[in-house]
């Protein structure tokens, strides 16, 4: 098969960013008002499956805060079902972030066990660690950014943190099985109403995945600065800046990159709860899973085509536990799958490789520099984007048939 040639692509990104941590969390926290505070007392910080950027200093410098406030800090492993619904793998996600007892500077606490908080006149009950009830403090601490399943006054955040994160797996599959955006805010506010809330403490990242800002705020403050912030991160979101596609060849997809490996605000949300279709690439290919997912592959459901080697990396347990836990059990069924990358792209390409509108990525989050057919490069131009006529690569796989990086 004749391969198209890939042509380079830049965009330009929201790229400011904090370049010191420390002294950026030490500056939050200088306006802190301690005067009320137990000495000696425990405080639970919730930290999640997500690979935010430099978790291990920002958590440092958090820690090393509270600790400065008298405070005896632990950690509360909070994300809903992720690490096979057990606290060994929540641990076992921490350790891959590179969070562990020795790097954070304070114990982790890993257990699943909850207790009711009842049912919210949406529906569902509501559940929470029994960790962060037991606590002294709880300092809430998660990303803000817009969800891949839903759309609301709060998405992904400290609402989401403490409603999902905090409910552990049993509090995550009872909102799972309701309209997120109808749920997560009451049983965010359900929770606050029995533990005792130090602050939050909302993080967003600029468009290359770097930090971007850093907010401090207390109960009352946690809806409104979910909201505030989740404008921002929209605002600065990556995209592929054309609408229709062919092709969209992935490689690899990942827990640290999406909660649904790969990010349906670049892909399409059709692809995960139908809709419209768009933007609207026709094929989705995906090559490979990060290591950084032990195996998680929830969100494969929305690939069209993929590699043998990328299904023998799925831990089907755990992919099922995620999408159960969901609802949306389409995104762990197992696509097509073919034998080698190779075979994956020949069937994609089979129709028409000479004139196919056709773009690649590394994943979902890494949209500052991509690569796409000469089909779509007077759209991409037109988009903003820096199209690199001169920069051509051809498709090429190894002995093995893995599609290799362009150089």
């Known amino acids: 098969m004749t391969y198209p040639l890939f042509y380079d692509v830049e965009q330009t990104f929201e790229t400011s960013q904090i370049d010191n941590i420390a002294k950026t969390v030490d500056a939050v926290f200088a306006s802190f008002d301690s005067s009320a505070l137990k000495q000696n007392a425990r405080v639970g910080i919730t ?11 920002l958590l440092q410098a958090v820690v090393r805060n509270l600790t400065a406030l008298g405070l005896r800090p632990f950690i509360i492993p909070s994300m809903g079902s992720h690490g096979g619904s057990t606290a060994e793998g929540q641990t076992a996600i921490l350790a891959k972030l590179g969070i562990t007892e020795e790097s954070a500077g304070c114990p982790i606490v890993s257990s699943i066990e ?15 660690a029994k960790d962060a009830l037991e606590a002294d403090y709880v300092f809430v601490m998660n990303r803000v950014k817009p969800h891949t399943l839903f759309h609301g006054e709060v998405e992904s ?9 905090l409910g ?30 130090l602050a939050g403490l909302a993080v967003v990242e600029n468009a290359v995945e770097k930090l971007h800002s850093l907010k401090l705020c207390t109960t009352e403050e946690v809806v409104k600065t ?7 991160s929209s605002a600065i979101l990556p995209r ?8 969209l060849i992935i490689d690899e997809m990942g827990k640290n990159i999406s909660g649904t490996g790969m990010d349906t605000n670049v892909i399409g949300a059709w692809r995960r709860m139908a809709g419209e279709r768009k933007p609207e690439y026709k094929t989705l290919v995906v090559l490979n899973l990060t290591p950084q997912s032990q195996g998680n592959a929830h969100g494969i459901g929305m690939a069209d085509l993929i590699p043998q080697r990328l299904a023998d990396s799925i831990d089907t347990a755990a992919t099922y536990a995620n999408s159960l836990t969901t609802g949306v059990w389409a995104s762990g069924r197992l ?15 089979a129709k028409s490789p000479e004139n196919i509108r056709a773009v690649r990525i590394t994943n979902t989050l890494s949209l500052q520099h991509f690569w796409a057919t000469e089909a779509v490069l007077e759209d991409l131009a037109s988009a903003g984007a820096a199209v690199h006529h001169t920069r051509s690569h051809k498709l090429a796989f190894d002995d093995t048939d893995i599609l290799q990086q362009f150089a």
């Open 240 to 247: 592929i800046p054309v609408d229709t596609l062919d092709l």
């Open 47 to 57: 930290v999640g499956s997500r690979g935010i950027d430099r978790i291990v200093p």
């Open 114 to 128: 909850t207790v009711s908080l009842g049912v919210l006149d949406e529906g569902p009950e509501v559940f929470v």
């Open 335 to 349: 696509p097509i799958t073919l034998p080698t990358d190779k075979a994956v792209i020949d069937a994609a390409l």
């Open 168 to 197: 552990k797996p049993r509090g995550a599959d009872n909102l799972h099985n309701f309209p997120l955006e109808k749920v997560i805010k009451p049983a965010a506010l359900r929770i606050l109403e029995h533990i005792n809330l």
């Open 157 to 165: 955040g400290l609402c989401k943190m403490l409603a999902i994160g």
């Open 226 to 232: 979910d909201s505030s912030l989740l404008a921002i």
